[in-house]
């Protein structure tokens, strides 16, 4: 496909700022999306520019319905019809059991990993045309249930596996394929904020591959699954996780 035409969410850290480093650097035009950390998304800006690669940042929480209609329009304004779609935000908040949680933490967990998920996949499809893609990001969380641990946020997990085989389905006709990845345990800012910032160190002697996994490693994946090359793969979700 040429003019390919990308947006990630969540990308001024972690998996997602690999991802949209990646995808510029194969040609991609980027929208990186960001919640609130401004800073750092122009960080990510200046080093995609630095490489000679087309980029934009917008702010916006993907979990609000107005705000997702506007990050679209920004970017069929600045960049043109969306090819690609990363849906990687996603939040962990700090282990509790089921008995202990209130609906607002629920409901926080589920607006932001699953509502945001859909709701930018419904903006995208509005827009794309046979060939483009999009991946999901999911979690081991969603096979394993992260029993004890973080059941919500598996639990919002095992939603968007469901989400990418369903709408998979719905719109292989068209020519869009829509697949996701489940990365383990990997290397970023989200397991401080799950309360437990030596997470990974912990669980290494449990992981096959011995370590956790970096962000580019997952970016890696995603971008496959972008790619031209993946062309007949559609509505599989693909473990990124050291055989966890
Ligand atoms: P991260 O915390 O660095 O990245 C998540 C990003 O999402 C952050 O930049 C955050 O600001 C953004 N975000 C959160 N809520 C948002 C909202 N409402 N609107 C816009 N942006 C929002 O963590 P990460 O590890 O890079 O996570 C990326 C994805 O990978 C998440 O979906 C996460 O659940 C998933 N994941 C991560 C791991 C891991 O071990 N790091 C494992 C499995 C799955």
């Known amino acids: ?105 629920i409901n926080k967990i589920l607006t932001t990993n699953v509502t945001s ?27 394993s249930g992260s029993p004890s641990e973080y059941i919500d946020y598996a639990a919002s997990k095992g939603a968007i596996d469901t989400l990418t085989k369903g709408l998979s389905l719905e719109v292989a006709a068209q020519g869009i394929r829509v697949n996701g990845v489940r990365p383990g345990f990997i290397h970023t800012d989200i397991h401080a904020d799950g309360g437990e910032p030596k997470r990974i160190t912990r669980l290494s002697p449990h992981i096959p591959l011995q370590r956790g996994g970096t962000p580019e490693e997952v970016a890696q994946a995603i971008a496959w699954l972008l790619s031209d090359v993946a062309s007949y793969v559609t509505g599989s979700t693909i473990d990124v996780s050291g055989g966890k």
């Open 1 to 105: 496909m040429q003019n390919k035409i990308a947006v990630v969410t969540g990308a001024s850290r972690g998996i997602g700022k690999a991802t949209a480093k990646l995808l510029a650097s194969q040609g991609y035009a980027v929208c990186i999306n960001y919640h609130s950390n401004k800073i750092a998304a122009n960080g990510v800006v200046e080093s995609i520019l630095a490489q000679g690669g087309k980029v934009i940042a917008y702010q916006a929480d993907v979990s609000c319905e107005s705000q997702v209609v506007e990050l679209f329009n920004f970017v069929d304004a600045q960049l043109g019809t969306i090819t690609h779609l990363v849906n990687n935000v996603g939040i962990l908040l700090p282990q509790s059991k089921l008995i202990d949680m209130d609906a607002q933490r």
């Open 117 to 143: 998920y859909f709701l930018c996949c419904r903006e995208a499809l509005k827009r794309m045309q046979k060939g483009a893609a999009i991946v999901n990001v999911s979690s081991g969380a969603a096979r």
